[in-house]
Nanobody, 120 residues
Framework: QVQLVESGGGLVQAEGSLRLSCAASGSIGVFTLKPVGWYRQAPGKQRELVATITGTITGGTITYAESVRGRFTISRDNAQNTVYLQMNSLKPEDTGVYYC?????????WGQGTQVTVSS
């Protein structure tokens, strides 16, 4: 079974930073070839894409939501089967549950989510 375990969420003041991690394990296959991404869901809102990175040996191609471009950075450590989300200049509207996602053999798998709360 494919499992994703997120960590790094918490409470932070506006303009602060957090670094989220998502470790993948199980029957992943070749992790470096798999697309991964971060999504978030704010209270009362639908889940939305934050950032994705394609599966390549050299790190992949990255896409960001316009609301986080220039503030967030997605990266991956293929040797550790881990994807990161560095979040800088955080705003209260960034508050929500953040989920990581991977696609393996045509199926999507989600982490349990980690809460990020940004105070004003």
């Amino acid at each position: 079974q494919v499992q994703l375990v997120e960590s790094g969420g918490g409470l932070v003041q506006a303009e602060g930073s957090l670094r989220l991690s998502c470790a993948a394990s199980g029957s992943i296959g070749v992790f470096t070839l798999k697309p991964v991404g971060w999504y978030r869901q704010a209270p009362g809102k639908q889940r939305e894409l934050v950032a994705t990175i394609t599966g390549t040996i050299t790190g992949g191609t990255i896409t960001y939501a316009e609301s986080v471009r220039g503030r967030f950075t997605i990266s991956r450590d293929n040797a550790q089967n881990t994807v990161y989300l560095q979040m800088n200049s955080l705003k209260p509207e960034d508050t929500g549950v953040y989920y990581c996602r991977i696609v393996v053999r045509g199926l999507e798998y989600w982490g349990q989510g980690t809460q990020v709360t940004v105070s004003s």
